[in-house]
């Protein structure tokens, strides 16, 4: 399907191709650099003497990537002219990361850490949108370049879905505050040097506003970086983060005080239907591997492709695939039409239903591809376990479904 497609994007598409297969793929044969993508991949990875944690080698892979994608013009085109992009709209970005994500598994698009060619900077967004001049001052490039980068401190020990609810708060002492609380799954903590810090400052448990987003220096006195959890797929960024009456200053507010939840509510929704892209694309990459698979495996005297119990359940996951880029795409235009409120619940069919299907349809090229299929060496289970953790972050499906619910029925109700 080419709707959204101009000849532009097109163009693009292709250049993004030569590019990779010109900078990146070399890059990925050169040395050993190939085992950070066959059936070793988290081993070579993951420092398990280290709590999980990336290779320092792995991490440097990554930086080169990135490094060759600015000065070729890819990495940054999703962002402002004012930080060297193009402003990139929401379907264009729908388009190439369901494109990328298409091409399967390798350096041009990891999924470990979505490092890409065409980089996605929630961080640098929220900034531009609720940071003031001196935060923007500080961080907008800094977060490009990777001499800073911002953890993501919501999610708490008892609180998930509903972060109304959280106990993190934050007490006003002159002209600071004071931070107290416990944060799980704190994403990116690993390279943060800064953590972005949702915490109650006024109102009462439940209440959507009275919650605070501060960026909070990873070294300032009180924070403590403790366990980092080990992920169903591996290496782990996320960490336990307790805050013992942190001190900061009144410009560590990012946004208006009070209405820190409209600042996290930003990070998820263009990154939903984003991910929500990317999710369509590998499992896009799963159906066209198994139907070409099925098509030359032959079995007791004909191909696998020959049978109705193959052919069906792969035709109708490639048909779930078709109607859903038609949703992500005119989901994605509308984001960039109009108000964002008024499009949300259809962000949330796209994020769930994506997500689910590219489990679907990674599980069945397991099963098209037999016990090759189990084995890391396909990329199905790599596939399967990255992004079945996107049923539950950034909004559980259930929180997906219940707002759409809440749209359906003309309901009112919290998630976050």
């Known amino acids: 399907m080419d709707f959204g497609i101009t000849q532009d994007l097109r163009t693009l598409l292709t250049e993004l191709d030569r590019f990779i297969e010109s900078e990146i793929v070399p890059l990925q044969a050169e040395d ?46 999703d962002l402002p002219a004012t930080l060297g992009g193009a402003q990139a709209s929401n379907l264009e970005m729908a388009v190439v990361r369901e494109h990328l994500a298409h091409r399967g598994l390798g350096l041009h698009n990891d999924l470990q850490d979505e490092s890409s060619v065409v980089g996605n900077f929630p961080f640098a967004h ?6 003031s001049d001196e935060q923007r001052e500080s961080f907008g490039e800094s977060l490009i370049t990777g001499e800073r980068a911002l953890g993501f401190a919501l999610t708490e020990p008892d609180h998930g879905s509903d972060a109304t609810w959280m106990e993190t708060t934050a007490q006003k002492s002159g002209g600071d505050w004071i931070i107290s609380g416990e944060k799980r799954w704190n994403t990116g903590v690993d390279t943060a040097t800064h953590d972005l ?15 605070s987003a501060f960026i909070v220096p990873i070294d300032a006195p009180g924070v403590e970086v403790g366990l980092f959890r080990w992920t169903f797929n591996m290496p782990t960024d996320h960490a336990d983060v307790t805050l013992r009456d942190v001190r900061v200053p009144d410009a560590a507010i990012l946004g208006e005080e009070g209405r820190g939840l409209e600042v996290a509510q930003a990070f998820v929704h263009e990154n939903r239907i984003r991910q929500a892209a990317s999710s369509l694309g590998a499992a896009q990459y799963c159906i066209d591997r198994s139907v070409a698979h099925a098509r030359e495996r032959v079995t007791f005297g004909e191909p696998l492709a020959m049978r109705q119990a193959v052919q069906w359940p792969l035709t109708e996951l490639h048909t779930d695939a078709t109607a859903l880029r038609l ?4 989901t994605a235009q509308d984001l960039d039409q109009g108000a964002h409120a008024e499009v949300s619940h259809l962000v949330s069919m796209c994020n769930y239903r994506a997500n689910r299907l590219v489990c679907e ?21 790599h596939i399967y376990r990255h992004h079945r953790r996107y049923r539950i972050t950034e909004g559980a499906e259930e929180i997906q479904i219940r707002k759409v619910a809440g749209h359906l029925f003309g309901l009112t109700g919290g998630g976050k």
């Open 327 to 330: 949703l992500v795409r005119t």
């Open 197 to 211: 810090v949702f915490a109650r400052t006024s109102g009462k448990p439940g209440d959507a506003l009275g919650i």
């Open 32 to 77: 050993d650099n190939q085992r950070f993508f066959d059936h070793r991949r988290e081993w070579a990875r993951t420092d398990f003497e280290a709590g999980g944690l990336p290779r320092p080698e792995w991490r440097v892979l990554l930086r080169e990537m990135r490094r060759r994608a600015d000065k070729a013009g890819f990495l940054r085109r």
């Open 126 to 131: 929220l900034i531009l949108r609720f940071g």
């Open 361 to 381: 349809a990674a599980d069945r090229a397991m099963q098209v591809h037999g016990g090759m299929g189990y084995s890391r060496h396909l990329p199905f289970e």
